[in-house]
């Protein structure tokens, strides 16, 4: 019996951690969703870093292979990555094994997507700025016009 009780014991307990992880969560979620112009930039920018990073880690293992190979540090690969995705390409650095080419090609296909979200952001932005003040000014001319309406029924009912 006692050995159940132990059973029911930890079974509470991993609801309770559950119950902990889902409010984590929740908080989390919140916190990223209260502010979206922000939360947007951060995860263009976390995206590009990782982008480069296992850019720089896949070139670094292709290269690896080929002693005749141009990329021969992380520094190197670093280098590299940076300026093939933001589509500079010195040439100093380049792949020279088949498998690093295809790397390359395969960083074309995704080099402009965090510029072409961060642009998307910008003009979101600004487009949103725009309509708060539009709607602030309809509802100003809203109250003006009732006020007019409020006098010219006043204005009747004297006559």
Partial sequence: MRILRVGRLVRIVRVIRLLRAIRATH????????????TGIASVLLSAFLLILFCAVGI???E????EANIKTAGDAVWWSVTTITT????????????GKNRGHDIDGCRHRPLRILSGLAASFFIGSR?????TRK????ARLER????I??????E
């Fill in 27 to 38: 908080k989390i979620t919140s916190l990223l969703l209260k502010d979206k112009i922000k």
């Fill in 60 to 62: 670094l293992i292709c």
């Fill in 64 to 67: 690896q292979q080929d002693p």
């Fill in 88 to 99: 500079v390409g010195y040439g100093d650095k380049y792949p020279v094994y088949r498998r």
């Fill in 131 to 135: 309509n708060k003040a539009s709607f």
């Fill in 139 to 142: 509802a100003k001319i809203l």
């Fill in 148 to 151: 007019l309406e409020e006098k």
């Fill in 153 to 158: 029924d006043r204005l009747k009912k004297g």
